[in-house]
């Protein structure tokens, strides 16, 4: 489809008949012209020629066409193609998972079978990866050292799989929640931040690794890493003893003060997940707090045709100028 980006430019057209009127031409100044007794015989000659154009040699004609093709490519016509839709810029999401060795701990229930704190994440985490198709997920884990076991990538599938592999132990016994976070900050520094979440779960309390907490929340602060903690592990679970099954408290060891303080000084939030079905809530939650892309964006190819009225108006400049050359030459030759 074509069309004038700037239509009413040719409100112009007139302009030239406009100042005509208001500034009329010239007088001659010059005297009375020679008379040529042999003009009749030159004019009968020239009828052959240049004056065969006719309307071309009119003094107003040639010049308003010339203008019209400038007053045409000042509308800027363009050529406007079909709407094309385009990819929109999803989220950065960086999931910084604990695997401490009391993520081994069987405080979770699924189907009426007790399982690992950290297999209860796999089912929950997995299933929030598969909802943020277009965003750019990276995985993140942590024991005593923390690891950046998946860079962020649109490749969601790859991420589940390296989710589903991961195990207890492979980063260290003890916790490390600064190390951890601090990875974070550094993986997400660059990225658009207003785009840019991290979301820490851990089960215990920091009690290794380089950086403090504190630190660390310091560094998201200033890289603006927005950072939601949840902390895992059920508030009651029966354990056999010598005394007969006993009701203990298998979350005794986790530190929800300082993944409070951490959600709370990076703009985050804290959750705390008991069971399999809070801890799918949480990320549900999440998920909503964070949306993905909206609907497709489109955008219209243009092409610009300006080049053809001005070339038009070139073209019949240098033939307006040859004109009144010849006119010119002519007159010289008449007198």
């Given amino acids: 489809m074509t069309g004038f980006a700037y239509p009413l430019v040719f409100l112009l057209l007139p302009l030239p008949f406009i100042f005509r009127a208001i500034f009329p031409a010239a007088k001659n100044s010059q005297g009375r012209a020679l008379k040529v007794p042999f003009l009749k015989d030159i004019t009968k000659l020239r009828k052959g020629g240049i004056r065969r154009i006719g309307l071309l040699s009119s003094s107003m004609f040639l010049p308003f066409i010339i203008w019209c093709g400038l007053i045409t490519a000042t509308a800027s016509p363009q ?4 709407a094309m839709p385009i990819k929109e810029e999803g989220r950065n999401i960086l999931l910084v998972v604990d695997l401490s060795e009391s993520m081994q701990q069987t405080d979770f229930m699924y189907q009426s079978n007790s399982i690992s704190r950290i297999n209860a994440v796999k089912l929950v985490v997995s299933d929030f990866i598969k909802k943020r198709k277009g965003d750019r997920i990276g995985l993140e884990l942590f024991g005593t050292r923390a690891y950046l076991q998946a860079p962020l990538t649109t490749d969601v599938d790859v991420i589940e799989k390296i989710l589903i592999g991961m195990d207890t132990g492979l980063a260290g016994k003890t916790t490390s929640i600064g190390d951890a976070l601090g990875l974070a900050v550094k993986t997400l520094k660059g990225e658009n931040a207003s785009k840019s979440i991290a979301i820490l779960l851990s089960d215990g309390t920091s009690n290794s690794g380089a950086l403090s907490p504190e630190q660390a929340t310091e560094l998201a602060k200033s890289e603006k890493v927005k950072t939601y903690t949840i902390g895992v592990g059920a508030t009651q679970m029966a ?3 010598f005394f007969g099954r006993q009701i203990v408290n298998p979350s005794a060891d986790l530190d929800e003060k300082t993944l409070k303080y951490i959600a709370q000084e990076t703009n985050g ?10 801890l799918s809530q949480i990320y549900a939650e999440i998920d909503k707090l964070e949306p993905t892309k909206g609907g497709d964006l489109y955008i219209k190819p243009v092409k610009e045709l300006f080049y053809y009225p001005l070339a038009f108006s070139l073209i019949f400049s240098l033939l307006w100028g040859v004109l009144r050359i010849s006119k010119s030459k002519g007159g010289k030759h008449a007198s």
């Fill in 239 to 241: 354990v056999g003893g």
């Fill in 269 to 278: 939030k804290y959750f705390r997940a008991t069971d399999l079905d809070s």
């Fill in 79 to 82: 050529w406007v193609g079909e």
